[in-house]
């Protein structure tokens, strides 16, 4: 079985500040973990992916995200947020074997100037 | 952006009624979902498809079905519409399976049943 658990569903931090979003997967064999944003009445947008190979992995817009299999954790992070990052982001999952994504259930990033 | 079309983008439409949601991509990829997207619960799978007229069963199929007749065309059929399936369903699309061929998403299609 593979699940996602995103910590937080709102996230507050102001302009300029580390934005830091949490998500821990479930899964018995190596996982594929993925980040999505999504911008108000939009679909889904591929922030970053980790698929095998190097743990620390940088994305579009800045992000970046580090793969550490001890802590089953897959954070999001942004060393300066911007105004323009306030979105609701998603954790995903896919494990090998399995043919679909779990997605976690979000967490909206508000940027306050 | 990948070449994916739903229609329509907006429906109000009252319960009992028949509702067909239609994704088109123009990108030829073997692998289309339907998902629905509702607060508190993220993306929550409903059907999918791996080929022409082959398609499995998501987390939450039960009163939706769907029809796959050509690669470029995903099908949800609500046969019956209740007031529970008002949400914003999203199609995506990959290549394949592999975690280098990574799904993307269509606009979304706002469904409201009265």
């Known amino acids: 079985a593979q699940s996602v658990t995103q910590l937080g569903s709102h996230v507050s931090v102001s302009e300029g500040a580390l934005v830091l979003l949490r998500c821990n997967y479930s899964?018995?064999?190596?996982?594929?973990l993925f980040w999505y944003v999504q911008y108000p009445n939009q679909g889904l947008q591929l922030l970053l992916k980790y698929t095998t190979g190097a743990t620390l992995v940088k994305g579009i817009n800045g992000f970046e995200a580090e793969f550490k299999k001890s802590e089953t954790s897959f954070h999001l992070t942004k060393p300066s947020a911007h105004m323009s990052d306030a979105a609701e982001y998603f954790c995903?999952?896919?494990?090998?074997?399995?043919?679909?994504?779990?997605f976690g259930k979000g967490t909206m990033l508000l940027v306050s100037p | 952006d990948a070449g994916i079309t739903q229609s329509p983008r907006h429906k109000v439409t009252e319960t009992g009624t028949p509702v067909t949601l239609r994704c088109h991509q123009t990108e030829n990829h073997r692998y289309m979902y339907w998902y629905r997207q509702d607060p508190g619960h993220g993306l929550r799978l409903i059907h999918y498809s791996y080929g022409v007229k082959d398609t499995d069963k998501g987390e939450v199929s039960d009163g939706y079905s769907v029809s796959r007749s050509k690669t470029e065309d995903f099908l949800l059929t609500l046969e019956s519409a209740t007031s529970s399936q008002t949400s914003v369903y999203f199609c995506?699309?990959?290549?394949?399976?592999?975690?280098?061929?990574?799904?993307?998403f269509g606009d979304g299609t706002r469904l409201s049943i009265l």
């Open positions: 899964s018995s064999v190596p996982p594929y």
């Open positions: 995506a699309i990959s290549e394949g399976q592999n975690s280098n061929q990574p799904q993307h």
């Open positions: 995903a999952v896919r494990s090998s074997g399995y043919s679909t994504l779990t």
